[in-house]
T-cell receptor, first 115, second 113 residues
Framework: GAVVSQHPSRVICKSGTSVKIECRSLDFQATTMFWYRQFPKQSLMLMATSNEGSKATYEQGVEKDKFLINHASLTLSTLTVTSAHPEDSSFYIC???????????FGSGTRLTVV | RKEVEQDPGPFNVPEGATVAFNCTYSNSASQSFFWYRQDCRKEPKLLMSVYSSGNEDGRFTAQLNRASQYISLLIRDSKLSDSATYLCVVNMCDNNAGNMLTFGGGTRLMVKP
C-alpha cells in the first residue's frame, strides 16, 4: 500500500532555531499534502494544504511566514518551523493524497519539543 | 460549534463488552466519512470508511445517517488491544481548497481485563 515516510520522528531544539520536517511519498505521487498539528489531548488541526508546484494554502490563524511549506516535487514536501518557540512544541503530521488515490496516507509524525 | 463533534470519553469497558461511539457533523455538504484509530503518540490509522448503507468489518460496524448528520461506530467483543482514541473524520470537497479532512476531537476507549 501507499507509504509516506516522515522524518525526523522526534526533535528537540533550542528556542529561536528552525526545524525542517520532511515527508516523502515512497510509492506514489503525492499531488496534495496536508500538514496537521496536534497538541496533547487534542485532535489534529489542519495547518495548511499544498499542491505540488503551488503555494500552500494556510488555515486561519496559521502564520505562513513562520511555518514554511515547500512541495516542489510529487514525492517530497517539507514543513519548516522558523524561529521556534516553546509554544510550537507539538506533534506534526503530514498526510498525502495521490492523483489516483482517493485515500489519505499519513506520515508517522514528528514530535517537536522546543526548549 | 465544532464541525465534527464527538464525546471525548474516556469510555472504560471490560473485555468482551460492546461499546458504541457517536459523532455528529455540521456541514451537510460533507461527502465521505471515516473512522480512524490513533494510538498514543502515533499517527492516525484508517479503521474503516462509513457508507450510507452501513458497513461491517469483523467486530466493527459503522453507520451513517445523512439526514441527522450522524455517524456511529460499534465495537463488539472488545479486546484489550482496542484501547485507543477513535477519531471521526469527515471529508468535504471545497471548490477553492479541494478535498479537506476535518477531524473530530476523538473518543478515548480503555478496555480493561
Amino acid at each position: 500500500g501507499a507509504v509516506v515516510s516522515q522524518h525526523p520522528s522526534r526533535v528537540i531544539c533550542k528556542s529561536g532555531t528552525s526545524v525542517k520536517i520532511e515527508c516523502r511519498s515512497l510509492d506514489f505521487q503525492a499531488t496534495t499534502m496536508f500538514w496537521y498539528r496536534q497538541f496533547p489531548k487534542q485532535s489534529l488541526m489542519l495547518m495548511a494544504t499544498s499542491n505540488e508546484g503551488s503555494k500552500a494554502t494556510y488555515e486561519q490563524g496559521v502564520e505562513k511566514d513562520k511555518f514554511l511549506i515547500n512541495h516542489a516535487s510529487l514525492t517530497l514536501s517539507t514543513l519548516t518551523v522558523t524561529s521556534a518557540h516553546p509554544e510550537d512544541s507539538s506533534f506534526y503530521i503530514c498526510s498525502a493524497q495521490g492523483r489516483l488515490n482517493y485515500g489519505y496516507t499519513f506520515g508517522s509524525g514528528t514530535r517537536l519539543t522546543v526548549v | 460549534r465544532k464541525e465534527v463533534e464527538q464525546d471525548p470519553g474516556p469510555f472504560n469497558v471490560p473485555e468482551g463488552a460492546t461499546v458504541a461511539f457517536n459523532c455528529t457533523y455540521s456541514n451537510s455538504a460533507s461527502q465521505s466519512f471515516f473512522w480512524y484509530r490513533q494510538d498514543c503518540r502515533k499517527e492516525p490509522k484508517l479503521l474503516m470508511s462509513v457508507y450510507s448503507s452501513g458497513n461491517e468489518d469483523g467486530r466493527f460496524t459503522a453507520q451513517l445517517n445523512r439526514a441527522s448528520q450522524y455517524i456511529s461506530l460499534l465495537i463488539r467483543d472488545s479486546k484489550l488491544s482496542d484501547s485507543a482514541t477513535y477519531l471521526c473524520v469527515v471529508n468535504m470537497c471545497d471548490n477553492n481548497a479541494g478535498n479537506m479532512l476535518t477531524f473530530g476531537g476523538g473518543t478515548r476507549l480503555m478496555v480493561k481485563p
